[in-house]
């Protein structure tokens, strides 16, 4: 579909839907992933591949299941999600210390080049999202939004 038809909304009554909290929280994510895809689709990572390069980087170390409990995943999927990163040489798993039957998480040299150049691509993703909200607005959104299903934060 060209960037015309997209542009063009429907003459269709959308009944409810548009004051719905769950209805504007997908039409934002719908715009907020076309956008982080536009920013930094080329590397092959995705929102939540993100997520995960970044909280490994910070907790060098961290077991996968810390991880799986800081991403909400379960942990199957994060021995996949870990498994292809490992593949692309980002991540490497080593024997966790006390327990060494678990794995602890570190980022390779490779991984730690491509999350400083996605942070730096992710900012300035960030900054077109907000393009329309003040700084004030934007603290205000995001605190809203965790005080929606704060057991998740």
């Given at each position: 579909?060209?960037?015309?038809?997209?542009?063009?909304?429907?003459?269709?009554?959308?009944?409810?839907?548009?004051?719905?909290?769950?209805?504007?929280?997908?039409?934002?994510?719908?715009?907020?992933?076309?956008?982080?895809?536009?920013?930094?689709?080329?590397?092959?990572?995705?929102?939540?591949?993100?997520?995960?390069?970044?909280?490994?980087?910070?907790?060098?170390?961290?077991?996968?299941?810390?991880?799986?409990?800081?991403?909400?995943?379960?942990?199957?999927?994060?021995?996949?999600?870990?498994?292809?990163?490992?593949?692309?040489?980002?991540?490497?798993?080593?024997?966790?210390?006390?327990?060494?039957?678990?794995?602890?998480?570190?980022?390779?040299?490779?991984?730690?080049?491509?999350?400083?150049?996605?942070?730096?691509?992710?900012?300035e993703h960030e900054s077109r999202l907000c393009a329309n909200l003040s700084n004030?607005?934007?603290?205000?959104?995001?605190?809203?939004?965790?005080?929606?299903?704060?057991?998740?934060?």
């Amino acid at each position: 579909m060209d960037a015309k038809k997209r542009s063009e909304k429907p003459d269709l009554d959308l009944d409810l839907l548009p004051g719905l909290i769950g209805y504007q929280l997908r039409l934002a994510q719908i715009a907020i992933f076309r956008d982080f895809n536009s920013s930094v689709g080329a590397l092959d990572v995705s929102p939540g591949l993100f997520g995960v390069l970044v909280i490994i980087d910070a907790n060098a170390g961290l077991t996968q299941n810390a991880l799986a409990k800081a991403t909400h995943l379960d942990r199957s999927t994060v021995v996949t999600v870990i498994d292809k990163l490992e593949e692309r040489g980002l991540v490497q798993r080593r024997a966790a210390v006390p327990d060494r039957r678990a794995y602890a998480l570190v980022l390779t040299p490779d991984g730690v080049k491509l999350v400083r150049k996605l942070k730096t691509l992710v900012r300035e993703h960030e900054s077109r999202l907000c393009a329309n909200l003040s700084n004030q607005e934007r603290e205000q959104l995001v605190r809203l939004l965790q005080r929606i299903f704060p057991e998740l934060r």
